[in-house]
């Protein structure tokens, strides 16, 4: 409705180009898909992918798995040594040691306390075993010594439980591939699991 000399008495029209609300929304919908595909990116894939579908990888899922007749020798026995004053502690030890398939033999004391965590003495030929054996307790010390077929192990003072079977384990491939000539780890051709 006009009044005359008033003008018109509806509100003033803003006219916004269509163009600039359409670059907007163009602008705005390509920075959330590059973001989109950066995320994907940095995650390592679509949550479609195939691999999303695998289960996680542990840390050492890149080695090779090793040969039977490296993981546990039978040809061997362990004497185990308490080097504590605490009493029945090399017992205990090489009761879960066998539980986790070593060949125990003798069972005692050593003659003066130890320093350490543990002590590993093994003779040229029982290398691998006496580094299976390691394995089994972090931060253990190995040590070479003369003769054939000794693998003995000194429980000292700092000890207090054997490493968990996973971490074993690893320690163990570890130890084994290390000991092999020209062996290596390498990645497998296809993957069988998913990075963490």
């Known amino acids: 409705m006009t009044i005359p000399g008033r003008g018109d008495l509806s509100p003033p029209h803003r006219h916004v180009a269509v163009g600039r609300w359409l670059t907007v929304a163009l602008v705005i919908a390509l920075l959330v898909g590059g973001g989109y595909a950066a995320f994907l990116g940095l995650t390592g894939g679509s949550a479609n992918s195939a691999a999303s579908n695998l289960p996680a990888c542990s840390r050492l899922s890149h080695l090779p798995k090793l ?60 290398k691998v075993e006496a580094q299976l054996l390691a394995a089994q307790i972090a931060n253990s010390t190995t040590v070479a010594v003369g003769g054939r077929g ?43 699991c998913r990075p963490t």
């Open 67 to 126: 040969p039977k007749s490296l993981t546990r020798t039978q040809q061997f026995k362990v004497t185990v040594d308490n080097a504590t004053l605490r009493t029945g502690l090399a017992a205990r030890v090489a009761a879960e040691l066998k539980h986790r398939g070593f060949p125990i033999g003798a069972i005692g004391n050593t003659p003066t306390t130890g320093k350490g965590i543990a002590t590993v003495r093994y003779s040229p030929n029982r």
């Open 150 to 192: 000794v693998v003995e192990l000194d429980i000292d003072p700092k000890f207090r439980v054997l490493a968990s079977r996973g971490a074993a384990r690893a320690a163990e491939r570890l130890a084994i591939l290390g000991s092999l000539p020209h062996t290596s780890p390498t990645p497998t051709p296809s993957p069988t």
